[in-house]
Each structure stands twice: as structure tokens, then as C-alpha cells.
């Protein structure tokens, strides 16, 4: 009989590279490209095998749920049996918490795993809106393939949605269901997240003093992101020994537009004209920077790419989040998201009144969890309100 292998708090070498994996997977293609391809799968399915079209459907979803998806950033996924035990143990001697989901919409249950008990989590199941779709069939007619795939790609768009908040939930310790803005805003307000938590698993000889302290970086001072906001980024990026790889900002209050703000070279006179900045000299960035800044456009996908400390981030725009908060990911997991496959639905529901559409219903059964050592794997930024625009 074959077990779920033992899942490592310290050093999980399959779950990370199946995380890389999966990143560089991503990247090698644009989405226009991969929309393409499957677009061009289900069109050339048509009636001859309903099977090779349904499976073909399948992929096109499973492209749209992690289309520039917060879900590529910040979770790790792994596959399951429906039968299979999900367990974690610790290889050092501290007790290590485990951030786990709650099947009933509580506050996630935090459960505790040793070098000789191990934490086993439960999965628990949800459900999008049953959307009308035309029946499969009826396919060949390019206007219902159409119709069929908006159909697809918005409870995609739903089950992404749900993925996003119950990432964010887990990741911020907060109750399955709470939206985006208010599990940022509670776990700033809340005070240190780390306190009360077994976060480091530090190797003998390591200083404490040479760790953060939190992950929250407060720079609400600077009302927006600045080129104060990135240093800060990159320090805290440092401390917990991390590599940035996505800014998460919020579309209100538009915070990036205060980048385009800081001057090149500006003499650094007493008096200021409307909508220029303070001290401008003294926050400016190298012309050749600004210059790619000036350039970007974040609505293009709702997201952007900037080369900056020698790295290279991705700025995304998020409509969920609140104003004046970012959330930073960077090259290694915030939550591991366990998929139960055989349990998983994607079904046309007939109504046999009805010769041309059927509700087409999904279904997804998963396990979340967060070992305290990962709290050290992103950052939340409180930049403020954005002002001086």
C-alpha cells in the first residue's frame, strides 16, 4: 500500500522544484500563445471525439485559472490521492505550527507537528456558479464554440477568485471566506505576526540579530511607492534571505504613478510648484531607470516587469486589494495547496427542456496549509495612502 510521502518543514527539495518547474513552465510561453494552442485543440476536436474535446476544455480552464495568477506566485501545488494522507513532520526538535484550512469557514486551525508527530490536514470542497453553456455538440458552430468558451473562461475567472482569497486567507491567518482587503488590513492591525510562532528554524551559529523581526515593512510615510518603498523591499528581501519576484499592488489610489513622480536631476531649490515633490533631488532615480518606468504600461495584462538592485521584479495590479497595501512574493512558497483530483468535478448538467444549453458545474475539493517557517517566504507593505499624484 502506498503513503503520502513525509512533507519536511526545513527543506521540501520536490515541493520546490516542482514550484520552479511550474514558474518557468509559465513564463516559456505567452498566454496569447497558449490561448491560442487550445483554442485551436477544441476547435479541431469538434464531433469526432467528444472525449479529446471535454479533456481539451479541461486544459483551456485549468489556462485561465492561473492565466497572470496570484496562485503561480505565491503557492506551491502537489497532487493527491483521494485517499492519500497529508501529513507534515518536523526534522529539528522545536514544535513547529502549521497553519492548516478549517472545513467550516472558521479561523484556520493551527495544528503542530514534531520530529515524531506529524500534522495531518483535512481537505475540504467548494463550488462555483453553475453557468449556461451551449452542449457539446454543438460545438462545430464556431458562435457556439464561442458562447461555450466565455462560459468556461468566467467560472474559471471564479474558481481563480476563490483560489486567490483562500491563498490570502491561509497565508495572513485569516477565516476561509474573509476577502482580500479586509485579511490584509486585520493582519497589519493585528500587530507582529510572528510573535507566538515557531519562525525560525535557524542553523547552529546563525545570529538572531541578523534575522527580520516581522514581515510587515511599513513605509506608509511615503503615501505610494517610491524608490524608498523598493529599498525597503529589497533590505527586508535581504534580511529574510529571499528573492523578490512579485510587487501585488492595489488599483486604487494608483501608487505606481508616484514612481513616475521622482525626478531625474533636479536642483534642489527651496520652492516647489504644484505636484512636485519635496526633497525631489534627494529621491530621484538614475534617468535610464525612469526612462523604463516611463515606458511600462501596467494595464497591459495588469502587470509590468522592472529591473531593479540587479534583480528583476514583476509589479502586478491587483482590483482586490486595498488602498495603500502590497504584498510581496518572492522565490519561494507562502502556502502549499493540495489538489484531490479524482475529487474534482467539471460536468454539463442537462435539462432535457432545452435542446441547446446545459449548466456546466465545477467543483474543487483541496487542502491549504502554512508551516510558521514560510511566514518568512513573503512580506506584507503598508506604503500609505497615495498622495502627491
Given at each position: 500500500?502506498?503513503?503520502?510521502p513525509?512533507?519536511?518543514?526545513?527543506?521540501?527539495?520536490k515541493?520546490?522544484?516542482?514550484?520552479?518547474?511550474?514558474?518557468?513552465?509559465?513564463?516559456?510561453r505567452?498566454?496569447?500563445e497558449?490561448?491560442a494552442?487550445?483554442?485551436?485543440e477544441?476547435?479541431?476536436?469538434?464531433?469526432?471525439?467528444?472525449s479529446?474535446l471535454?479533456t481539451?476544455?479541461g486544459?483551456?480552464i485549468?489556462?485561465?485559472?492561473h492565466?497572470?495568477?496570484?496562485?503561480d506566485?505565491?503557492?506551491?501545488?502537489?497532487d493527491v490521492?483521494p485517499?492519500?494522507?497529508i501529513?507534515?513532520k518536523?526534522?529539528?526538535a522545536?514544535?513547529v505550527?502549521v497553519v492548516a484550512?478549517?472545513m467550516?469557514?472558521n479561523a484556520?486551525?493551527t495544528?503542530?507537528?514534531?520530529?515524531d508527530?506529524?500534522?495531518?490536514?483535512?481537505p475540504?470542497a467548494?463550488?462555483?456558479?453553475?453557468?449556461?453553456v451551449?452542449?457539446?455538440?454543438?460545438t462545430?458552430?464556431?458562435t457556439?464554440?464561442?458562447?461555450?468558451?466565455?462560459?468556461?473562461?468566467?467560472q474559471?475567472?471564479?474558481?481563480?477568485?476563490?483560489?486567490?482569497?483562500f491563498?490570502i486567507n491561509?497565508m495572513?491567518?485569516?477565516?476561509?471566506?474573509?476577502d482580500l482587503?479586509?485579511?490584509?488590513?486585520?493582519?497589519?492591525?493585528?500587530?507582529?505576526?510572528y510573535?507566538g510562532r515557531?519562525v525560525?528554524m535557524l542553523d547552529p551559529?546563525?545570529q538572531?540579530?541578523?534575522?527580520?523581526?516581522?514581515n510587515?515593512?511599513?513605509v506608509?510615510?511615503e503615501?505610494?511607492?517610491?524608490?524608498?518603498?523598493?529599498?525597503?523591499?529589497?533590505?527586508?528581501a535581504?534580511?529574510?534571505?529571499?528573492?523578490?519576484?512579485?510587487l501585488?499592488?492595489?488599483v486604487a489610489?494608483?501608487p505606481?504613478r508616484?514612481?513616475?513622480?521622482?525626478?531625474?536631476v533636479?536642483?534642489n531649490?527651496?520652492?516647489?510648484?504644484?505636484g512636485?515633490?519635496?526633497?525631489?533631488?534627494?529621491?530621484?532615480?538614475?534617468?535610464?531607470?525612469?526612462?523604463e518606468?516611463?515606458?511600462?504600461?501596467?494595464?497591459?495584462?495588469?502587470?509590468m516587469?522592472i529591473?531593479?538592485?540587479?534583480?528583476?521584479?514583476?509589479?502586478k495590479?491587483?482590483?482586490l486589494m486595498?488602498?495603500?497595501?502590497g504584498?510581496?512574493t518572492?522565490?519561494e512558497?507562502?502556502?502549499?495547496?493540495?489538489h484531490?483530483?479524482?475529487k474534482n468535478?467539471?460536468t454539463?448538467?442537462v435539462?432535457?427542456?432545452?435542446?441547446?444549453f446545459?449548466?456546466?458545474?465545477?467543483?474543487?475539493?483541496?487542502?491549504?496549509?502554512?508551516?510558521?517557517?514560510?511566514?518568512?517566504?513573503?512580506?506584507v507593505?503598508?506604503?500609505?495612502a497615495?498622495?502627491?499624484?
Open positions: 500500500m502506498s503513503t503520502t513525509l512533507i519536511t518543514l526545513d527543506c521540501n527539495e515541493m520546490v522544484a516542482s514550484f520552479a518547474e511550474q514558474f518557468a513552465q509559465i513564463q516559456s505567452s498566454l496569447a497558449r490561448a494552442a487550445r483554442k485551436k477544441i476547435a479541431d476536436s469538434g464531433l469526432s471525439d467528444l479529446k471535454k481539451a476544455e486544459h483551456f485549468n489556462l485561465a485559472i492565466a497572470d495568477s496570484f496562485l506566485d505565491a503557492a506551491v501545488q502537489e490521492g485517499n492519500e494522507p501529513v507534515w518536523s526534522r529539528y522545536p514544535t505550527g484550512a478549517s467550516y469557514g484556520p486551525a495544528l503542530y507537528a514534531t520530529q508527530n506529524y500534522a495531518t490536514l483535512s475540504f467548494f463550488e462555483v456558479e453553475e453557468v449556461k451551449p452542449k457539446l455538440a454543438l462545430q458552430d464556431v457556439r464554440l464561442g458562447q461555450r468558451e466565455a462560459g468556461l473562461a468566467r474559471a475567472e471564479a474558481i481563480k477568485l476563490k483560489f486567490q482569497q491563498i491561509i495572513l491567518n485569516q477565516a476561509i471566506g474573509t482587503a479586509t485579511s490584509i488590513t486585520n493582519y497589519v492591525t493585528a500587530g507582529n505576526p510573535q515557531t525560525y551559529g546563525v538572531s540579530t541578523s534575522v527580520e523581526a516581522s510587515i515593512v511599513n506608509s510615510a503615501g505610494g511607492i517610491t524608490p524608498a518603498v523598493l529599498e525597503a523591499i529589497q533590505a527586508q535581504f534580511l529574510q534571505q529571499k528573492m523578490v519576484r512579485t501585488h499592488i492595489p489610489g494608483q505606481w508616484k514612481l513616475l513622480r521622482a525626478a531625474t533636479v536642483a531649490s527651496a520652492v516647489f510648484g504644484s512636485v515633490l519635496p526633497n525631489a533631488g534627494l529621491k530621484a532615480i538614475p534617468e535610464k531607470k525612469w526612462a518606468l516611463f515606458d511600462s504600461n501596467l494595464n497591459q495584462g495588469k502587470s516587469a529591473n531593479w538592485f540587479g534583480e528583476t521584479w514583476k509589479i495590479a491587483n482590483n486595498p488602498a495603500g497595501y504584498i510581496v518572492t522565490n512558497p507562502a502556502v502549499a495547496l493540495y484531490i483530483l479524482e468535478v467539471s454539463d448538467v435539462d432535457q427542456r432545452d435542446s441547446y446545459v449548466g456546466h458545474y465545477e467543483k474543487r475539493e483541496i487542502a491549504l496549509a502554512q508551516p510558521d517557517p514560510w511566514l518568512r517566504n513573503f512580506m507593505v503598508n506604503f500609505g497615495t498622495s502627491n499624484l
